[in-house]
């Protein structure tokens, strides 16, 4: 019984060296016969190669680039009626980082403001403590300087209004 049970093992040991034999086999045929398997490299060029093929006339200097200071986006648009809730705070996107120590923040009706920056600092959340009062036109003006001490061409103006929505399919009961 015992040897009936070593040569069982041994059978299934060599059963499974020869199925993977087999699949390896295989393997090699399809790889040798089909390049794309491999992963193709390009060549990268050298620095000499690069200056040999720049066209006369033409620098390889990376062009200077100069990003100014400014608003580049508000949430909500100005001017506009939203449908938000009244804890949502208006997002104001910026072309760099600003330097929150410096932010002036204004609301006309007067409100309790927070506010606070995203992760780059380059979107400043301003929001009301105790909440936007609906059907009200609010206007927030903002001043605020870069990190690296830049000034906005002008203080920033938003206009906006929040209200329900007139009708949605998902109220219980019909207005």
């Keep these: 019984m015992i040897k009936n049970f070593l040569s069982n093992?041994?059978?299934?040991?060599?059963?499974?060296?020869g199925f993977l034999a087999i699949?390896?086999?295989?393997?090699v045929i399809?790889?040798?016969?089909?390049?794309?398997?491999?992963?193709?490299?390009?060549?990268?060029?050298?620095?000499?190669?690069l200056i040999k093929t720049?066209?006369?006339?033409?620098?390889?200097?990376?062009?200077?680039?100069t990003i100014t200071f400014e608003l580049i986006k508000t949430?909500?648009?100005?001017?506009?009626?939203?449908f938000f809730p009244v804890t949502t705070a208006?997002?104001?996107h910026f072309s760099k980082p600003v330097d929150i120590s410096t932010?002036?923040?204004t609301s006309q009706p007067q409100a309790v403001l927070a506010f606070e920056s995203d992760q780059n600092g380059t979107v400043l959340f301003v929001r009301s403590k105790n909440g936007w009062v609906l059907n009200t036109p609010y206007k927030i003006t903002l001043d605020v300087v870069?990190?690296?001490?830049?000034?906005?061409p002008k203080k920033v103006t938003l206009n906006f209004k929040i209200s329900l929505p007139k009708s949605s399919l998902l109220d219980e009961v019909p207005r």
Excluded at 58 to 65: A, I, Q, V
């Design 75 to 82: 949430v909500p648009k100005d001017n506009s009626t939203n």
């Design 146 to 152: 870069s990190k690296n001490k830049e000034g906005l």
């Design 30 to 49: 399809i790889v040798s016969r089909n390049k794309s398997f491999i992963p193709q490299t390009t060549p990268t060029p050298t620095n000499s190669e």
């Design 9 to 17: 093992k041994k059978r299934l040991l060599l059963t499974t060296i």
């Design 90 to 92: 208006v997002e104001f």
């Design 54 to 65: 720049t066209p006369p006339g033409s620098s390889t200097k990376p062009l200077p680039t």
């Design 103 to 105: 932010l002036v923040v």
């Design 23 to 27: 699949v390896w086999l295989i393997w």
